[in-house]
């Protein structure tokens, strides 16, 4: 199973093509496999900058804990469109977003996934609610019926993101049909007290992605 940090910034909006010309020329140019990093997906929401990081393993577990193999000369060259977020930003790894819900089906696995990533703000504190309510309806069939193969919920904060991985083949299907479901809406209704869009005026959706890499097979 693949490992995945998230990292959440403020990013200038428009500033993707920048910010991905970065990582694609250090991303061919050292090889972040060596340590441990076998992909990575860069999106932006609004004003913020995602950046899921995949490993073949947890960090404490492989004691692979380095960043990049160039991460200052990348840290200078985003520098002036990716800043921190948190307010109380000390170190890079306070970037880091705290995983506080994973959930993963025990069926046989797809040929082919797709991931797609939900940005909301949570209330502080709401982690434990949030955490009981998905697991809850993860217990039952709409995972079965979205073709949900596992999610992840993440916190930094008052940004919530929403890893989800889903079948690619039901994927389009469950996002045309999935708020006719009347357990989708049971969630939505219990989740409003703590999850809201990260931008009222612009209403919900997923994170655009704008980089993608993986590392040679």
Known sequence: ?????????????????????????????????????IGRILLSHEDLYIHVIEREQDPKVSGQTRGLPAFQQIAEAIGPYVTPYPRYWKNPSDSVAKEFYRWVSDGEAPAETTLIVIVGRIKPGAEPDVARIFAESDAGSLPVQLGITGRWLYSIDDVYVHLLEQEASKAEAARDNHDKKPAFAKIMAELSPFISPYNPEAGRGPAREFYRWRADS
């Open 1 to 37: 199973m693949v490992f995945r940090n998230v990292i959440v910034c403020h990013m200038v909006p428009g500033s993707e093509n920048i910010v991905g010309d970065v990582f694609g020329y250090y991303d061919k140019t050292t090889r972040p496999q060596d340590l441990g990093v």
